[in-house]
């Protein structure tokens, strides 16, 4: 008997059936949300959720749910007592999102040491005024989280003559990287680095990894950038920080919550450059997204080990 897919996000029909045409006899189907899917979720076998998802519900309403897959990098959500006591397969979409996030980082870190944030403001008020800007060339940046996105920014980073300090759970050569530290020595790091680029994970370890004293460590000339997820850092703490001139700026793509309501003092910081969780977002994501899941769904359905399987005890 063919297995049942329960996507939580809607699909075209065309993108439903295509999956399903790539795995004979199987059936997909799609949702807005949880709460639409639970009344058809007892007979399925599979859900494919973003990794931001409560999936209890889902869990509790179906019992042969044998195989979870996060749409996203992140799983943090996902590892809910029904899915770590109980032997269902989790897997994520690593490698989709490396490139378009690395561009990313490099366009807030261009962006602000270029001073085009206060070209653009100058623009929407005609005026000419020449900027002093600086340089990248020669810089350091720090890069915490050293999986594929941390290396995919580190090689473009080199190619603007920028030094890499890699800060990884464990020490070893990264051929992208001048310098590797432990996430331990994290604090001997950040007062050399013109950049601080957090590319972890989010996991129980990371929860507000980057706290207040960590901010105050780092130079009034720096730049601190987080794509990864608002929860590894302590945001009051940013902000307080940012107010004494450590960092010198912020440049971030995702937050503790989402949207990030009108009223966050986050909008009006000193020095900060706010982009709405758009790092990944590109022409091609959602081919790249689908191929990689209906792969796997197909992986599944034959019984054949799964791509980028996740260590549910880690949570990467």
Known sequence: MGKKLIVINRLSPERIAAISEAVPGSSVESYDSVA???????????????????????????????????????????????LLENPIALTNSRGIHDKPVAEHIMALLLAWTRKIPDAVRSQDKHEWKRLKAGSVYGKTAVIAGFGGIGRAAAERAKSFGIKIIAVKKHRSDELFADQVYTTAELDQVLPK??????????????????????????????????????????????????KTGHPGGAALDVFMQEPLPPDHPLWTAPNVLITPHMASMVPDFWDKLLHLLTENFAAFSRGDSLINQVDKTKGY
């Open 193 to 242: 680095a013109d950049y601080i680029i957090c590319a972890l994970p989010a996991t129980e370890e990371t929860a507000a990894y980057f706290k207040k004293e960590h901010f105050a460590m780092m130079k009034p000339s720096s730049l601190f950038i987080n794509i990864a997820r608002g929860s590894i850092i302590d945001e009051n703490g940013l902000i307080e920080s940012l």
């Open 36 to 82: 639409a899917a639970v009344p058809h979720v007892s007979d399925a076998d599979a859900l494919a959720v973003w990794g931001f998802t409560d999936i209890r519900p889902l869990l509790e309403a179906a019992p042969h749910i044998k195989w979870v897959h996060s749409l996203s990098d992140g799983v943090e959500k996902l590892l809910c007592p029904p």
